[in-house]
């Protein structure tokens, strides 16, 4: 299976916000965490964090062909960023979604997500269950 993590604005600052917890959890952290659990799982995986809504369209776009399904951490994306939700519905790529519940929340995860229409499903937990279970998803 070939699997899209699109990481939206200001998750490079995961670092700032789990700082506040008095934890030491990084995007860079995150992201060993996933590519450890799936070491031995069938997937192939491409990661982009972006700030930018251009650099994530052509991500979607470029690997729409390529991949079996998307996992999107759209931080503040999920308040407005309509040119990913349209690029998203355009090309028909299966899609959940990923929150991260307090305290390393980027907002508030109960607030409704632009994306809440399109995705299949939303994992709103901790940041490693979070996308371990988004993954597992896929998986099942």
Not at 83 to 110: A, C, G, M, R, W
């Amino acid at each position: 299976m070939k699997l899209l993590l699109l990481q939206g604005p200001n998750l490079n600052l995961l670092g700032v916000k789990s700082f506040e917890s008095n934890d030491t959890l990084t995007l860079d952290k995150l992201n060993r965490s996933i590519k450890k659990y799936l070491h031995m799982k069938d997937i192939e995986l491409k990661i982009l964090q972006t700030h930018k809504t251009y650099q994530a369209i052509n991500f979607i776009q470029r690997n729409r062909n390529w991949a079996d399904g998307l996992i999107i951490i759209p931080t503040s994306w999920a308040k407005y960023e309509w040119t990913i939700l349209e690029t998203i519905q355009l090309t028909k790529i299966k899609t959940v979604q990923v929150k991260f519940d307090h305290p390393y929340s980027f907002s508030d995860p109960n607030d409704k997500s632009i994306f809440d229409s399109v995705v299949d499903e939303t994992f709103v937990e901790l940041p490693i269950e979070a996308c371990h279970h988004a993954f597992d998803y896929f998986l099942k």
